[in-house]
């Protein structure tokens, strides 16, 4: 089989898109699922919720793509700790099933809402100005955008990493992910700290939604399609860690963008048969501990 | 940083509790021989489409309630088997020319072999991750279902003939149709019941009520949670192979995620774990949806509505909440 390069590295690129999705969104599900214990259903909605967003400050007020990236991550995160506050404060007692399946129903609100206003069809958000074009690389050409999402999600990936992993208050948040009653004794505001902890989720689902909308159209069911792969992604990565949820997402987008140059035929259910065969040979995920 | 957490915290309060025997043995009783004599003679009432309708739904229910009320296990895929049971019974009717009896036994069967195989990935993690596999196995079979030459894509399988029952009894007339259906829920719901009485679905209990425990008395638990799973699956198979049948369509709308949530919606608004919460909400869902069906995507916004409002205020559903009240009054 004769190998083209560009076509490959084509489809290295998309699959490198599509895992900075995976990491980014993967990374808020494991974030909020470490505090709260709830997976997160709502996250493609949240994520949806942050294209449209992003949409309405173009076409009403005006605002443009660097606006969006500063507003829609404060507005989802706003939005977030409502839900948190008003909603799954009351499930924290109850069997984790229960935030699973209300997040659900909170996903299937906001998707049939925008169904309703908007249709099925997808709105076009116009790339910003100055990531239009691309850059020649000699053996395949790079547009500007796709290179500055790809950047842009490693570098929150990172620094999301960092701030857990390597700071005070990332200290306080593992140690109430380990025991939230204790480090309440120390005097931590541990609700609050869960208030904001989801929201985070919720903003950094609503930040990858406004990378997301120049490359996809807007549209209401842009999350959930989205999700239940993640989902997988989550399984197969097993959440155990930080680090491990990110380089799993851009992983698992590689070897699906390899998948679609190889095997097209395969390539949308690539992922669920890797998820199948980790669960074989090491069910509690690639980094998780049992 | 550890943040694996899959057992739920010492003071979670378990879905289900424990009650009286002999007060559960005849209410069980009595409200079986209700049901079913309203269901005999409910087609003079009401339209028996809606009725088959709903007691296909009522027996999906049912068996993905074996799953969560009983085994504790809460799918979020049960739709791969509800629509690969549905496109088998189809073809098998429409293809193959076999009839309807032999066309919902292949439907199971295909349903059965799907549950060996999803069970025994699904079955190696708990809780919240067992959501997750079965919903992305069962996104892997609407993948597969959307590309297969044999389900006719985007189009599903239409004109499924209904044929004669058993080569004389033709279906084509509703209520042949309508009492076939009732049989046929008839024999799954009892299934079920036999199923949960036995010491199998004793010792499922004692596995969803605490596992290690169960492990240390020398259960095989993944074996009982695996053969769960396979009759739930084929229970689930039996529903959408007789609903392929009874609409004379199989289509990718069975096997969407969409279809694995709605069966959920129903149990959850029945009442999960109780005998005859999943035939409620089936009952419920499908009256709604069929009132609200020309306001389009409002239908998905209510259901959406009902499951926030469910788990905050109303989660021991329609039967469990009458039950609760029964058993106050018996004081």
């Given at each position: 089989?004769?190998?083209?390069?560009?076509?490959?590295?084509?489809?290295?690129?998309?699959?490198?898109?599509?895992?900075?999705?995976?990491?980014?969104?993967?990374?808020?599900?494991?974030?909020?699922?470490?505090?709260?214990?709830?997976?997160?259903?709502?996250?493609?909605?949240?994520?949806?919720?942050?294209?449209?967003?992003?949409?309405?400050?173009?076409?009403?007020?005006?605002?443009?793509?660097?606006?969006?990236?500063?507003?829609?991550?404060?507005?989802?995160?706003?939005?977030?700790?409502?839900?948190?506050?008003?909603?799954?404060?009351?499930?924290?007692?109850?069997?984790?099933?229960?935030?699973?399946?209300?997040?659900?129903?909170?996903?299937?609100?906001?998707?049939?809402?925008?169904?309703?206003?908007?249709?099925?069809?997808?709105?076009?958000?116009?790339?910003?100005?100055?990531?239009?074009?691309?850059?020649?690389?000699?053996?395949?050409?790079?547009?500007?955008?796709?290179?500055?999402?790809?950047?842009?999600?490693?570098?929150?990936?990172?620094?999301?990493?960092?701030?857990?992993?390597?700071?005070?208050?990332?200290?306080?948040?593992?140690?109430a992910t380990e025991n939230p009653s204790l480090v309440q004794a120390f005097g931590v505001n541990v609700p609050r700290m869960i208030t904001l902890t989801y929201g985070f989720g919720a903003g950094l689902a609503g930040l990858a939604g406004v990378f997301?909308?120049?490359?996809?159209?807007?549209?209401?069911?842009?999350?959930?399609?989205?999700?239940?792969?993640?989902?997988?992604?989550?399984?197969?990565?097993?959440?155990?860690?930080?680090?491990?949820?990110?380089?799993?997402?851009?992983?698992?987008?590689?070897?699906?963008?390899?998948?679609?140059?190889?095997?097209?035929?395969?390539?949308?259910?690539?992922?669920?048969?890797?998820?199948?065969?980790?669960?074989?040979?090491?069910?509690?995920?690639?980094?998780?501990?049992? | 940083?550890?943040?694996?957490?899959?057992?739920?915290?010492?003071?979670?309060?378990?879905?289900?509790?424990?009650?009286?025997?002999?007060?559960?043995?005849?209410?069980?009783?009595?409200?079986?021989?209700?049901?079913?004599?309203?269901?005999?003679?409910?087609?003079?009432?009401?339209?028996?489409?809606?009725?088959?309708?709903?007691?296909?739904?009522?027996?999906?229910?049912?068996?993905?309630?074996?799953?969560?009320?009983?085994?504790?296990?809460?799918?979020?895929?049960?739709?791969?088997?509800?629509?690969?049971?549905?496109?088998?019974?189809?073809?098998?009717?429409?293809?193959?020319?076999?009839?309807?009896?032999?066309?919902?036994?292949?439907?199971?069967?295909?349903?059965?072999?799907?549950?060996?195989?999803?069970?025994?990935?699904?079955?190696?993690?708990?809780?919240?991750?067992?959501?997750?596999?079965?919903?992305?196995?069962?996104?892997?079979?609407?993948?597969?279902?959307?590309?297969?030459?044999?389900?006719?894509?985007?189009?599903?399988?239409q004109a499924v003939p209904r044929g004669n029952l058993f080569g004389v009894l033709p279906l084509s007339n509703p209520l042949a149709m309508y009492y076939t259906v009732l049989a046929i829920f008839a024999g799954g719901f009892f299934l079920i019941h036999?199923?949960?009485?036995?010491?199998?679905?004793?010792v499922l209990k004692a596995i969803r009520d605490n596992e290690p425990r169960a492990i240390s008395l020398g259960y095989r638990t993944e074996r009982y949670k695996l053969a769960a799973f396979v009759m739930s699956a084929a229970l689930a198979g039996l529903?959408?192979?007789?609903?392929?049948?009874?609409?004379?369509?199989?289509?990718?709308?069975?096997?969407?995620?969409?279809?694995?949530?709605?069966?959920?919606?129903?149990?959850?608004?029945?009442?999960?774990?109780?005998?005859?919460?999943?035939?409620?909400?089936?009952?419920?869902?499908?009256?709604?949806?069929?009132?609200?069906?020309?306001?389009?995507?409002?239908?998905?916004?209510?259901?959406?509505?009902?499951?926030?409002?469910?788990?905050?205020?109303?989660?021991?559903?329609?039967?469990?909440?009458?039950?609760?009240?029964?058993?106050?009054?018996?004081?």
């Amino acid at each position: 089989m004769s190998i083209s390069v560009p076509a490959l590295m084509g489809q290295l690129l998309i699959g490198l898109i599509n895992g900075s999705f995976y990491a980014l969104l993967s990374l808020g599900l494991a974030v909020i699922f470490g505090l709260l214990n709830i997976i997160n259903f709502a996250h493609g909605a949240q994520y949806m919720l942050g294209a449209f967003v992003a949409w309405f400050l173009l076409d009403k007020a005006g605002l443009d793509y660097w606006w969006a990236l500063l507003i829609v991550p404060v507005v989802l995160a706003a939005f977030g700790a409502v839900i948190e506050r008003l909603m799954l404060k009351h499930l924290y007692k109850l069997d984790h099933l229960y935030g699973l399946l209300l997040t659900f129903g909170l996903a299937l609100i906001l998707e049939g809402v925008f169904t309703n206003q908007f249709g099925s069809a997808g709105l076009p958000y116009s790339m910003p100005d100055k990531l239009t074009g691309g850059y020649n690389l000699g053996f395949m050409f790079l547009p500007t955008y796709r290179a500055w999402v790809i950047v842009a999600s490693l570098v929150i990936c990172v620094a999301t990493w960092f701030v857990i992993e390597r700071t005070k208050l990332g200290s306080y948040l593992r140690a109430a992910t380990e025991n939230p009653s204790l480090v309440q004794a120390f005097g931590v505001n541990v609700p609050r700290m869960i208030t904001l902890t989801y929201g985070f989720g919720a903003g950094l689902a609503g930040l990858a939604g406004v990378f997301a909308a120049p490359i996809y159209q807007v549209s209401p069911q842009m999350g959930s399609s989205l999700i239940i792969v993640v989902f997988a992604v989550v399984v197969i990565g097993g959440m155990g860690s930080i680090m491990g949820s990110i380089l799993t997402g851009f992983g698992l987008g590689i070897i699906e963008g390899l998948t679609k140059y190889f095997y097209p035929e395969a390539s949308s259910t690539v992922i669920f048969v890797i998820m199948a065969i980790v669960l074989v040979v090491r069910p509690q995920g690639l980094f998780g501990q049992r | 940083m550890a943040i694996e957490g899959n057992r739920p915290p010492e003071d979670a309060a378990p879905i289900l509790a424990s009650r009286d025997e002999a007060w559960e043995a005849r209410y069980q009783r009595i409200g079986s021989i209700v049901l079913f004599a309203v269901l005999l003679v409910l087609p003079a009432a009401v339209y028996p489409v809606f009725l088959m309708k709903a007691l296909c739904f009522a027996l999906f229910a049912c068996a993905f309630n074996l799953l969560i009320g009983y085994g504790g296990l809460l799918s979020f895929g049960h739709a791969m088997f509800l629509g690969m049971a549905g496109y088998l019974s189809a073809y098998g009717a429409k293809a193959w020319g076999l009839t309807p009896e032999l066309a919902i036994a292949c439907g199971t069967a295909a349903a059965t072999l799907l549950g060996v195989v999803a069970g025994m990935i699904a079955i190696r993690r708990q809780g919240i991750y067992f959501a997750m596999i079965t919903l992305a196995l069962a996104q892997m079979v609407y993948f597969f279902c959307v590309q297969a030459p044999f389900t006719g894509g985007e189009d599903g399988i239409q004109a499924v003939p209904r044929g004669n029952l058993f080569g004389v009894l033709p279906l084509s007339n509703p209520l042949a149709m309508y009492y076939t259906v009732l049989a046929i829920f008839a024999g799954g719901f009892f299934l079920i019941h036999r199923i949960v009485h036995s010491p199998f679905g004793q010792v499922l209990k004692a596995i969803r009520d605490n596992e290690p425990r169960a492990i240390s008395l020398g259960y095989r638990t993944e074996r009982y949670k695996l053969a769960a799973f396979v009759m739930s699956a084929a229970l689930a198979g039996l529903a959408g192979a007789t609903k392929a049948i009874v609409f004379q369509l199989a289509s990718l709308t069975d096997v969407h995620w969409g279809m694995s949530g709605e069966v959920v919606l129903m149990t959850l608004v029945g009442g999960l774990g109780t005998v005859f919460g999943p035939v409620a909400g089936a009952f419920v869902l499908v009256a709604m949806e069929s009132y609200l069906a020309q306001l389009g995507a409002w239908v998905t916004i209510v259901q959406g509505i009902i499951f926030v409002v469910c788990v905050l205020a109303f989660r021991r559903g329609i039967v469990g909440e009458l039950e609760a009240w029964l058993r106050r009054r018996k004081g």
